[in-house]
């Protein structure tokens, strides 16, 4: 282009651009949508990319101003430190830095290192090219691989647009993957996985990191996602264990209310929390397992539990209990990041110590058997999408297995059920934690004092405080009532610690109820014995062979020998908090009834 | 015990029909439409881009039938093959399943078919199953002839809709069909819901459950 030309097409567009200002907003302007304020979607925008309902406000509040500072600071020092990744000084503070999070601006650098990519990028030069090659000719995932890219973080800026750049990215790195790794193909939950690589990554980055995430001894993921989802059930089973152990109550409240495990982990163990909790903190969860690895997956499942037992004990029905879980948590967690992420340290450590921490190495079947990147010429039935209708003996297993579970929680409940209320001995409301910001949940146990479960308590349990809430006396007044007076229709005081000892007076020689102070911090034990907050002993002297059980209420006295207790002079009231159901002795066995008719009087 | 009455007496007076709580499953191909089925009977709402349903989700709503009410929880099922393993847990003990086809696809009609016949072999043999030809508001790429599926659906026993979860076509139909066609008699309310629908005795959820429906 020559000098006059040049010129010429300056005085055009100086010309151009007058005429639309002196032409303003009239019809026929022609007006990008990003240049006008009502591109809502700059608005709504979070600083992860995703597009909100709502205009999210332009203030700032200055907690999040504060954090935003913090993190500004912290960039140079992990600026520094990609610097030298392998040093030392690196390796000394990493632990500890992705702990409090990293940069979101540094994830891309850092997720890379830590999976350490370069590498396997250096040695596979050429790979991710032919697997897309191949997946062009062969690919038998395309169909579900396309549905699900349809549907995967669509209110992502990045992911909004159909067969936009990044989705062509996913669809490209998940078909690819499948090929590479053909043992799994496409799994359903994979493009989640690969879909929060892509937020900072670039393709090929996105699939040599998925493959780590699935092959990596550190997260083997290739268990999860493979025909009968091997891993999927040893996971589970050692989810339950621990929840039994730490959360014995809980679990009880599943199990009474159906809910298997399954239901509300599979996504939490299937792509690390995406969707399940707020996006802020998933990304630090994600943090912490690119270093830690599964043991973190195991451990982020006990703290979601745990933080939020005392809600979820009140939820009445799995429909609410699930609700909670999987949709109520993921808008709002009701704990900032860094509370969660502390109490998740604090859950490690603790699980580490008890031996909880990991089920133990993989199975033969988890591992990959079929060597990566060798195109497995596809039958007939997986090229035309046909079903199977029939399972494989690897499906069988999962299913039995699943069934197995299932049935044996249900088998809990009837047992439980069937059992007495007034159970001696039992320890099952014991719920360990030592998170000090929820003291009156939990009493003052760790996991590790968790292994006195089922333990019989000795007397000197009695001497300790308990942190047995008032307001259930009038709970047990009723039980106890009908305990000793077998009448359904006796008067129930509803006067609780006067009523308690009126109805065991002559038999309470020495009860020690103390309800302790809510207190930030935990109580130090007497014992190494942890009373349950909703056990309530009672020091029961006796003479074995005369000792009147008395029923001051309706004056009855009956002689009967305390044969049922083992322990001869304690009697151990255990009270359900979950529906205060109230039971009803016949024939010497205890039942409850719920109350169906609301007009129905116990008077 | 006294307390069981066939039907209870709200506070008011009035008769409160009696309440049955069934197990239903949602399977089917993926993306035919289950999850957002399901959205739209239980919350009256519909996703363009439903997320994929990894494993299974669990909702509940109520529907009212003359004196009765139905509560339904609902089972809703990952569609992808990979899943099936997975399926039987949900629809052991279901006394309702509703299989979903698109109708704008002739593969998720075959696979709706081997879902029957699944269930027709392994599931309760009182079940009752509704097929769904979803997605009706994209009839003009249909790929499913209406009459095809009702005649298969009335070789198997099947009710059969064609339904769209976007402008909530007959949606609410198809659950308050099976919600008609589930036994709603005293003998099969035995407890532990084993295959029959279970009376519900808590009071309270009762109360609420009536109070939200029949509006």
């Keep these: 282009m020559n000098e006059e030309d040049l010129i010429k097409r300056s005085a055009e567009e100086r010309d151009k651009i007058f005429r639309r200002y002196e032409r303003g907003r009239e019809e026929g302007a022609e007006i990008d949508p990003w240049e006008d304020p009502s591109f809502e979607v700059y608005h709504a925008t979070d600083r992860y990319g995703f597009i909100h309902d709502k205009r999210l406000s332009s203030k700032m509040d200055p907690q999040e101003a504060k954090r935003n500072q913090i993190e500004l600071e912290r960039v140079k020092k992990w600026l520094k430190m990609l610097k030298s990744w392998s040093s030392s000084v690196t390796k000394e503070k990493l632990h500890k830095r992705i702990y409090k999070g990293i940069p979101n601006s540094l994830r891309p650098q850092v997720w890379c290192k830590l999976l350490n990519l370069e590498k396997v990028k250096n040695e596979n030069r050429g790979v991710y090219a032919e697997m897309n090659k191949l997946a062009r000719l062969y690919s038998t995932d395309a169909r579900q691989i396309d549905s699900d890219v349809n549907r995967q973080f669509r209110e992502h800026i990045i992911y909004r647009e159909r067969y936009g750049i990044k989705q062509q990215s996913l669809y490209n790195v998940l078909t690819a993957y499948a090929m590479y790794n053909s043992e799994v193909g496409y799994c359903q939950g994979m493009s989640g996985l690969a879909g929060v690589l892509l937020m900072y990554m670039d393709e090929e980055d996105a699939f040599w990191a998925t493959h780590a995430l699935l092959t990596d001894p550190k997260y083997m993921m290739h268990g999860l996602y493979k025909e009968g989802f091997p891993k999927l059930t040893r996971f589970l089973a050692h989810h339950d264990r621990i929840l039994q152990k730490i959360m014995p109550k809980l679990k009880k409240h599943f199990d009474k209310h159906g809910l298997d495990s399954i239901l509300y982990s599979l996504k939490w163990f299937f792509v690390c929390f995406v969707e399940r909790v707020p996006f802020s903190l998933c990304l630090r969860i994600w943090d912490i397992y690119l270093l830690d690895g599964e043991r973190v997956i195991t451990a982020m499942a006990i703290t979601i539990l745990k933080l939020h037992k005392r809600n979820i004990i009140k939820l009445r029905d799995m429909d609410s209990i699930v609700h909670f879980i999987q949709v109520k948590l993921y808008k709002d967690f009701m704990y900032d990041d860094d509370t969660v992420i502390q109490t998740l340290e604090k859950t490690m450590d603790e699980l580490k110590r008890s031996k909880l921490d990991h089920p133990g190495p993989p199975q033969k079947d988890e591992i990959p058997s079929r060597p990566f990147g060798i195109l497995i010429q596809p039958s007939f039935e997986q090229i035309v999408g046909r079903r199977a209708e029939k399972f494989t003996d690897k499906e069988k297993n999962t299913n039995e297995i699943i069934t197995l579970r299932s049935e044996e929680a249900k088998d809990a409940v009837e047992k439980e059920n069937r059992e007495s209320q007034l159970s001696v001995g039992d320890s099952g409301g014991l719920a360990g934690s030592k998170f000090s910001f929820d003291p009156s949940i939990d009493d003052a146990s760790s996991l590790l004092d968790c292994q006195h479960t089922g333990s019989r308590r000795s007397l000197a349990d009695t001497s300790v405080t308990s942190t047995a809430d008032l307001s259930v006396f009038s709970t047990i007044t009723r039980s106890q009532a009908h305990e000793n007076s077998l009448d359904t229709h006796s008067n129930i005081s509803e006067n609780s610690v006067g009523a308690i000892s009126s109805v065991g007076s002559g038999i309470v020689q020495s009860s020690s109820i103390q309800k302790q102070p809510l207190s930030a911090h935990s109580t130090p034990r007497a014992t190494p014995h942890n009373p349950s907050p909703d056990v309530l002993r009672i020091y029961v002297p006796y003479s074995p062979l005369d000792t009147p059980i008395a029923s001051p209420q309706n004056g009855d006295v009956r002689k009967s020998p305390p044969t049922s207790f083992p322990d001869g002079n304690k009697i151990r009231i255990r009270i359900d908090n979950d529906d205060f159901p109230t039971p009803l002795v016949e024939h010497g066995q205890i039942k409850h009834f719920r109350i169906e008719n609301p007009d129905f009087d116990l008077k | ?215």
């Design chain 2, 1 to 215: 015990m006294a307390n069981r009455t066939p039907a209870a007496q709200r506070p008011n007076g009035s008769t409160q029909g009696k309440i049955c709580q069934f197990k239903l499953v949602l399977l089917g191909e993926s993306a035919v439409g289950k999850s957002s089925l399901v959205l739209r009977f239980v919350k009256g709402q519909f996703h363009e881009y439903q997320e994929s349903t990894i494993g299974a989700a669990f909702l509940t709503q109520t529907v009212c039938l003359d004196d009765t009410t139905v509560k339904f929880e609902i089972w809703d099922t990952a569609g992808q093959e990979r899943y099936h393993s997975l399926a039987p847990m949900y629809y052991r003990g279901a006394q309702a399943a509703i299989v979903v086809y698109d109708i704008t696809n002739q593969d998720t009609f075959g696979r709706a078919k081997t879902w029957v016949k699944e269930l027709q072999r392994q599931a309760n043999p009182n079940i009752v199953i509704a097929l769904a030809g979803n997605k009706h508001d994209l009839m003009n790429k249909r790929m499913v002839e209406y009459e095809e599926a009702q005649a298969y659906a009335e070789e198997n026993g099947l009710l059969f809709m064609e339904t769209s979860a976007k402008t909530a076509m007959n949606v609410n139909d198809i659950f308050l069909a099976i919600a008609k066609k589930l036994p709603k008699n005293e003998q099969t309310a035995g407890p532990g819901g084993s295959g029959q629908g279970r009376r519900l005795v808590e009071g309270d959820t009762g109360a609420k459950t009536a109070g939200n429906c029949c509006k």
